[in-house]
Structure formats: structure tokens, C-alpha cells
């Protein structure tokens, strides 16, 4: 095999390095946004799909995938095509969907040939998700209706609008949205310690770079459980699409 056919696309390379949709959605999110969860699983992927009960349309991905970079690039790419679909159409698409989609340039294949059957597994793990959402809006409407003050199913329009009123932000404004949930949810832990957290940038509104002090520092959590305690945090009350990076 020569070395062009070894290679992997920019795209592709970017999304395994730095997978934008990485993560796990859990009941309780759903239940606070009045929406379906979606937990559908195949080979070494599992997706977590949040699922607007109006349109059946699908608000938020993110993924887990244990078989190494292509699996991880693959996952991320299809919840980027899925999000925004409605359940029918992200059903139907398929593997050569999402291998244009890593493409770096038309005609120039995103991963070597020896590759590309992992793409045939994103129309099973489709599959799952097909059958797999009606018991999962049914139990989503039965959990709404049961609360004593059930939450109002908002519509993916609304939803949008909040995420692009987010987006809009200056950076300095995002920056203090989120210094005031550190404030509120993480720091005092982290200072009962000896540590604390400064952020230091946030980058297209989604990555936010941050700098561990004090014994936060040396801590071998700080890459593990209280990276993902300040990730989930944040994507809980601020914007649910936030990576969060330590500096190294």
C-alpha cells in the first residue's frame, strides 16, 4: 500500500485530536429540557442524543467510541451531520454520507481503503437509534406528564435562539457567563482543597481553555474527574456544547 493511500484527511485528523462532541447526556438533562433521550449503542460507539419532542428533532449530540481514532472521528463527525436533523432524516444517512463529510477535498478519500469499512457500521448503529426513539419519546412524555410542574416542551426554533444569542457574546462576555458558574458550582470545592481555575480564552464560543492553580496543579484528577465536574458544569448552565481544556 503507498503512502497516499496511508494517509487520512486534515478534516479527519482534527476531529480524532479533538473531538468537539465527546461525552454522555444522562435522564436528568433530558428531563430538564423536556426532551427524549436517546441511548443507542454498536460495535464500540454509543451515542447520547437529545431529541425535541415537537418536531422530533435532534437538539444535541455527543458520543463515546473506544476504538481508537477512526471510531472517535467517525462518532464526532456523525453527531455534527446529525444535529439540527429531524430522527427521519438522520436515519437516513449512510456511511458514504459521512466519509464525504470527512473529506478534505472531493475525489481524495478521508481515510485509507483499509478504513473504510468502518463507515458500514454507521447505517447498524442508525438503525439502533430508528428503533430505539419511540420508546424513548414515550417515556419522555410519560415523565413530563407525571411531574407535579412539568416542564414545557420548548421547540428546536427557541432552542436555537438561545444557543445563537451565546454565540453572539464577545468573548469577554462569555468569559464572565461562565467565571459566575465557576464561582457558583466549582470553585468552592476546588479552594476546600488548596486549588482554584482560571480561564483563559474561549475560541469560537464551543472551547474553552483553562489554567489549574495551586493544588489543582498537581493533582492527578485534573486531567480525569474534576476536568469533566468543570466541563459538565458549565455545559449544564451555561451552553451545552462547550469542550473544556486544561494548558499544559
Known amino acids: 500500500m503507498s503512502v497516499a493511500e496511508e494517509k487520512f484527511s486534515n478534516k479527519f485528523e482534527e476531529l480524532a485530536k479533538s473531538p468537539q ?6 435522564k436528568e438533562d433530558a428531563d430538564e429540557q423536556g426532551m427524549a433521550l436517546i441511548e443507542a449503542k454498536y460495535k464500540d460507539t454509543k451515542l447520547y442524543w437529545l431529541v425535541e419532542l415537537e418536531e422530533d428533532r435532534i437538539y444535541s449530540t455527543r458520543f463515546f467510541a473506544y476504538g481508537g481514532k477512526p471510531s472517535v472521528a467517525i462518532g464526532d463527525a ?5 444535529k439540527g436533523l429531524t430522527i427521519p432524516e438522520a436515519c437516513s444517512l449512510k456511511g458514504e454520507d459521512v466519509e464525504h463529510f470527512l473529506r478534505d477535498e472531493e475525489g481524495v478519500p478521508a481515510v485509507p481503503e483499509s478504513k473504510m469499512e468502518l463507515f458500514d457500521r ?3 448503529l442508525l438503525k439502533v437509534v430508528k428503533d430505539d426513539f ?3 419519546k414515550g417515556l419522555a412524555i410519560a415523565r413530563q406528564s407525571a411531574k407535579n410542574n412539568p416542564v414545557k416542551p420548548v421547540s428546536f426554533e427557541e432552542l436555537t435562539l438561545v444557543e445563537q444569542a451565546w454565540l453572539q ?3 469577554k462576555e462569555q468569559i464572565q457567563q461562565l467565571d459566575m458558574t465557576l464561582d457558583e458550582k466549582v470553585r468552592p470545592a476546588l ?5 482554584n481555575v482560571q480561564i483563559l480564552s474561549v475560541t469560537d464560543g464551543r472551547k474553552v481553555l483553562i489554567q489549574y492553580q495551586g493544588a489543582c496543579g498537581s493533582c492527578g484528577s485534573s486531567l480525569g474527574a474534576t476536568l469533566s465536574f468543570i466541563e459538565q458544569s458549565l455545559r449544564k448552565e ?3 456544547q462547550l469542550v473544556v481544556t486544561p494548558s499544559m
Open 21 to 26: 462532541h465527546r461525552g454522555a447526556y444522562y
Open 78 to 82: 456523525l453527531c455534527e451531520m446529525a
Open 122 to 124: 454507521i447505517e447498524e
Open 134 to 136: 419511540p420508546g424513548s
Open 169 to 171: 457574546l464577545t468573548e
Open 191 to 195: 479552594m476546600n482543597d488548596g486549588g
Open 238 to 240: 451555561v451552553y451545552n
